[in-house]
């Protein structure tokens, strides 16, 4: 093929797997022109829809005026968007197709390399027949990182037999306003626990060959008002303490390869254009080798949304400049744009090659330029993308993630009795899916296709378990059609007890009550939902309300009278079965809350995570105590907390060095009848420090299951630079003082503190810093269960 040299054994340089890959990559790119670079730099969306029902926002605006396939990658091309996820297409098909397209790409130009592919798999491999997840914000609320890894490797495996190489996935945002639409798309409220869950994802993702993609890196979901692509008005301090960990986390303990730019703008300066985070501290400062790819249409935005750029030319070499190497979903400003400005001299082309060495890199990493490369796998005809291994870890984590927020002993269902389920999520496979499952981001659009995957419905589900079951939707979950709701009355008036089960269905750009682009302006349950639920209150029957959402509502006065509240968010396509395992008995919920559930639909943003003027205080008229705390949860059975204490060291009061690590233990055991399983969770709180802290954050957890009578010692290992913070000279610091260290059933139920000093001169801590609490449980002997 002309323009290649070949080296020993007749292999081009770049192919040659003896040689390093920095070494692969150099040779290859000194032979490239200006064109074949930039070729590198963009992706192709082949499929993506222009009818205006898209998948991203402003779509229909961007994809006008592409140019044809042959004219694209004459010079080869970067990445291939979403080949399965942009409209149904069969597994074994789409192989097929995506081999033969990746094959043109190969002859077309001089080198022969072929598309990286990307594809979403935020609840799993987003495209036709595929698992469907949990949502990420049932992965924080089963508080599991290892069966959260479990699940990731599987969506991987499933993606990388396809042929696609990068996943764009975790979200990494934490949620700071329950109104933001993309809430349910977060893994909570709390970066701790953001990411360690975030980091186990990426772990499995990458062990699975799939290059791991952060979102959205940073900001995006500290939005003015809970909007969505909205701006950020967020300090230094916010950013650094609460927003950015998660992403630390995941790059050093997940080892992810990619990071997707945030939509924001932070303080006026969007996040797309600003060097000093996307190099300055991602690169320069934590050391990061991989890729930035740019959230889809971003760089253009930074023309036509947030006006710093005046046209493509100039976004492209502000985006470059700042440190995306990559346009996505499609060529735009990084095409033709981008190569007239470089031959210009108006954008430095060791900008190019520096994005381009780390696109070949990670092209090289994946295997894309070894010798004898293959697009089509050997086995493409037993291609699957669901089966019953993974919907055993997609049951198992949606039992996981219930939360029992409240039982007056109604709960478990006696399966002998007569129950009404009424409520518009009660028969909706639709209510168990998230908005960047497949069947509601792309399949809606293709009704004929059905949802691809079988998805049980509450209803279907208990109605296998409880023989007496009648069924009322009452309602829509939009609108204000209020004509179901007696016979919803007269159902729940015949029964023993009736089930309501309201809540969301998530869509994208105003499509849905949760998901992309559909924020809230309050947090009142959508529609006439809250109507149904207070007629149905007034029967006098007791009522268990369940809540199936891509976020919290706030549960005032006027749903008090509910026997039981149940919890759930988006629990995938075997949703329906966990639900009603656990209404039934079952499954004993052992699910806590990665976000507060508010008593007010006002007064808000607000998380767990304020200073004491963000709480309950005699200067406001509003109380923004949440009626269920971040971390609550309850159990069918029952736990006894007892014998907190300092391990190490063994000082009075103990001396905890800020360059140590301090050892704290409690007791936990099952008192009640039934198998459980206990979330501990570990509190530091910081009474007095240099600059405004969270009463208490959360820096250590973990599932406990134990069976009746059975007990057992937590021990957490805590080191000091987890009580690090941003201090008075925007650097963090480990600040020595009085400290205490919490053992909660919740944030807001504490069982135990114990009084530490941090001992030692004020110390400066990096990105280098320890970011995880570890944790020991040893069995004890069994203790007397209560009667």
Known sequence: MSGQSLGDGGVAPWRDQRLSPTDRAEALLQLMSIEEKIAQLVGVWVGAEASGEGVAPHQSDMISGLPPWSTVIRYGLGQLTRPFGTAPVDPVLGARSLAASQAQIVAASRFGIPAQVHEECLTGFAAWRATVYPTPLSWGASFDPDLVEAMADRIGRSMRAAGVHQGLAPV????????????????????????????????????????????????????????????????????????????????????????????????????????GLLTGLLRDEWGFTGTVVADYFAVRFLQTLHGVAGDAADAARLALRAGIDVELPTVDAFGEPLVEAARRGEVDEALIDGALRRVLLQKIEVGLLDEGWQALPDDVESLRFDDEASQDIAVRL????????????????????????????????????????????????????????????????????????????????????????????????????????????????????????????????????????????????????????????????????????????????????????????????????????????????????????????????????????????????????????????????????????????????????????????????????????PVVRLVGYTRLPLAPGEAAHVTFGVPADLASFTGLTGR??????????????????????????????????????????????EPLVAVRQSA
């Open 732 to 777: 963090r610091i480990v600040e020595p003082g009085d400290v205490e260290l919490r053992f909660g059933r919740s944030s807001g139920d504490v069982a135990a503190a114990l009084p530490l000093r941090l001992v030692g001169a004020e110390r400066q801590v990096g990105h280098d810093r320890e970011l995880l609490t570890s944790v020991r449980v």
């Open 172 to 275: 990494l945002d934490v949620t700071r306003d329950y109104r933001w639409g993309r809430t349910e798309e977060t893994i909570g409220e709390d970066p701790y626990l953001v990411g360690t869950t975030g980091a186990a994802y990426v772990r499995g993702l990458e062990r699975a060959g799939l290059v791991a993609t952060l979102k959205h890196f940073a900001g995006y979901s500290a939005s003015r008002g809970g909007r969505n692509l909205a701006p950020v008005p967020m300090g230094h301090r916010e950013l650094t303490d609460v927003i950015l960990p998660p992403f630390e986390m995941a790059l050093r303990h997940g080892g992810a390869r990619s990071v997707m730019n945030s939509y924001a703008e932070i303080d006026g300066l969007p996040v797309a254009a600003d060097r």
């Open 398 to 693: 949606a039992r996981e993630s219930v939360v029992l927020l409240r039982n007056a002993d109604v709960l478990p269902l006696p399966v002998s009795s007569r129950v009404a389920l009424v409520g518009p999520a009660a028969d909706d496979p639709m209510a168990m899916l998230g908005c960047y499952t497949f069947p509601n981001h792309v399949g809606v659009h293709h009704s004929e296709f059905g949802l691809g995957v079988d998805i049980p419905t509450l209803r279907d589900e208990l109605a296998r378990r409880v023989p007496m079951l009648t069924y009322e939707p009452g309602c829509a979950i939009t609108g204000e059609d209020t004509s179901g709701i007696p016979a919803a009355v007269a159902a729940a008036a015949a029964a023993d007890v009736c089930v309501v089960a309201v809540g969301d269905r998530a869509g994208m750009f105003g499509r849905g009550t949760s998901g992309e682009g559909c924020d809230a302006v309050d947090l009142r349950l959508p529609g006439v939902q809250a109507d149904l639920v207070r007629a149905v209150l007034a029967t006098g029957t007791p009522v268990v309300l369940l809540l199936m959402a891509g976020r919290p509502y706030a549960l005032g006065p006027e749903f008090d009278g509910a026997a039981a509240v149940v919890q759930a968010f988006f629990l995938g396509q075997r949703g329906g079965q966990a639900l009603a395992e656990v209404l039934t008995g079952a499954v004993n919920p052992s699910g806590r809350l990665p976000v507060g559930v508010p008593r007010d639909a006002g007064g808000l943003p607000s998380t767990y995570l304020a200073p004491p003027l963000g709480r309950r205080n005699k200067v406001s008229s509003i109380d923004p105590t949440p009626v269920y705390p971040f971390g609550h949860g309850l159990s069918y059975t029952t736990f006894e907390w007892s014998d907190a204490t300092v391990v190490e060291p063994r000082e009075d009061p103990a001396e905890w060095p800020v360059d140590g690590e301090v050892r704290v233990r409690i007791t936990v055991a099952n008192t009640g009848a039934r198998a459980g399983t206990e979330v501990v969770q570990l509190y530091l709180h910081d009474p007095v420090a240099q600059t405004t802290r």
